[in-house]
């Protein structure tokens, strides 16, 4: 079946520890993005890759770093200067659409918690 | 800047009763992309419609229907006939302008559906 995958599913982090988050699609989508949400709003973004070996910041991307080295996959590391990293993390993909906008797909999510 | 504004927090209803949750955005561009997604308590994020500035038609699918109004910059979501399963949280997202691509998420609006 196709579709997007996240692991884990929930996440316990110490602090001052680094954590990677896993987002793999087999939807042949070129664009993939993280999104952080948080009890009770919207979600927002984080990074954003539109093709192999690129990304951009979105609007929350201090303490987070990613990687775009296959089409299938884009994890998340949040690293220890993130200062409030728990939160449900959620990863898209969409397909480019010449002179349009994409649709986002999303996976299932990761609940990270920091002790 | 762009901004969308869901005013309903939290809204409850018995079953088999329409429900319309109301979403409002901001935007300079003339041509946009608004969307509703649907958030289960499993977190998954399901895409439930899309629509462009340049279409004001309303859309039913289903019990679905969805009432775009440009001159008021709503984009309102009713549920007819709800059902308990249609308990979730529901977002109005907006992209526009640029290449990016970027959605800006309301909060969302809890739907809560008694039997």
């Known amino acids: 079946d196709g579709g997007i995958t996240q692991s884990p599913k929930y996440l316990f982090r110490k602090e001052g520890q680094n954590v990677t988050l896993s987002c793999e699609q087999n939807?042949?989508?070129?664009?993939m993005y993280w999104y952080r949400q948080d009890p009770g709003q919207g979600l927002r973004l984080i990074y954003y890759?539109?093709?192999?070996?690129?990304?951009q910041k979105g609007d929350i991307a201090e303490g987070y770093s990613v990687s775009r080295e296959k089409k299938e996959s884009f994890p998340l590391t949040v690293t220890s200067a993130q200062k409030n990293p728990t939160a449900f993390y959620l990863c898209?993909?969409?397909?480019?659409?010449?002179?349009?906008?994409?649709?986002?797909?999303f996976g299932p999510g990761t609940r990270l918690t920091v002790l | 800047a762009q901004k969308v504004t869901q005013a309903q927090t939290e809204i409850s209803v018995v079953e088999k009763e329409d429900v319309t949750l109301d979403c409002v955005y901001e935007?300079?561009?003339?041509?946009?992309?608004l969307f509703w997604y649907k958030q289960p308590p499993s977190g998954e994020l399901v895409f439930l419609i899309r629509?462009?500035?340049?279409?004001?038609q309303n859309e039913i699918s289903g019990r679905y229907s969805w009432n775009f109004q440009k001159s008021t910059s709503s984009f309102n979501f009713t549920i007819t006939a709800s059902q308990v399963v249609d308990s979730a949280v529901y977002f109005c997202?907006?992209?526009?302008?640029?290449?990016?691509?970027?959605?800006?998420f309301g909060s969302g609006t809890q739907l809560t559906v008694l039997p």
């Open positions: 898209a993909s969409s397909i480019r659409v010449a002179g349009s906008t994409d649709t986002q797909y």
């Open positions: 939807l042949n989508h070129d664009a």
């Open positions: 890759s539109q093709i192999v070996n690129d990304f």
């Open positions: 935007t300079r561009d003339t041509t946009y992309y």
């Open positions: 629509r462009n500035s340049f279409d004001e």
């Open positions: 997202a907006l992209s526009s302008g640029g290449s990016a691509r970027q959605l800006t």
